[in-house]
């Protein structure tokens, strides 16, 4: 069975102060993996997409890592508008277009 | 580009009336809308994939007859929940795939449902 798992749940960290949040996946075959950003009471916002091992994407402050196992989104000096619940969430080659989401890492950034 | 509206945003019934939900692609043909279903703190759990013109596949322990979904043009699918109930509150969220970008699901913003 197909599992995402994200650490940490939560996460507080000052302003200008980098760190990594971490999905963990097991799927049968990895088709995607998605990162998305969900403000309270708002559908999750569109970050990126990674499909093999080795890829790297970057928007901003933002940075996505895939390995064969785990993907990481590395924020760097974060700024407070940065406070959001980051989902991850992985394609399956035998799910269509399915996402399988973890719990998220809900994000706070204090000035 | 890649909007997706929902509507209403927020809705309140009463148990055992029916609600309707709305999910539009604005500026983009959506082959393919997916809806969620998200309880406080917890992850987007899939419900069901409708594509146009098409019968929705529902996820294993959703039922078909209770939550009706009706994908009848590229840029409009319908959740109804039937006879709703106290448990069927939560925040229902659609998303949307655009035929050309093939793996990208753009999401609405979400309706927060409150059967009393």
């Known amino acids: 069975e197909d599992q995402v798992t994200q650490s940490p749940e939560a996460l507080r960290l000052q302003e200008g102060e980098s760190s990594s949040l971490n999905c963990s996946y097991t799927v049968s075959g990895l088709r995607g993996l998605f990162w998305y950003r969900q403000d309270p009471g708002k559908g999750p916002e569109f970050l990126f997409t990674?499909?093999?091992a080795g890829e790297e994407k970057e928007k901003e402050r933002l940075k996505a890592t895939l390995t064969k196992k785990e993907s990481f989104l590395h924020i760097t000096a974060p700024k407070p508008e940065d406070s959001a619940t980051y989902l991850c969430a992985v394609r399956a080659f035998d799910s269509g277009y399915a996402l399988n989401f973890g719990k998220g890492t809900s994000l706070l950034v204090t000035p | 580009g890649a909007v997706v509206s929902q509507h209403p945003s927020r809705v309140i019934c009463k148990s055992g009336t029916s609600v309707k939900i709305e999910c539009r692609s604005l500026d983009f043909q959506a082959t393919t809308m997916f809806w969620y279903r998200q309880f406080p703190k917890q992850s987007l759990m899939l419900m069901a994939t409708s594509n146009e013109g098409s019968k929705a596949t529902y996820e294993q322990g959703v039922e078909k007859d209770k939550f009706l979904i009706n994908h009848a043009s590229l840029t409009l699918s319908t959740l109804t929940v039937t006879s709703a109930h106290p448990e069927d509150s939560s925040f229902y969220i659609c998303?949307?795939?655009?035929?050309?970008?093939?793996?990208?699901?753009?999401f609405g913003p979400g309706t927060r449902l409150t059967v009393t």
């Open positions: 998303s949307a795939r655009e035929e050309f970008r093939s793996y990208e699901q753009y």
């Open positions: 990674l499909y093999s």
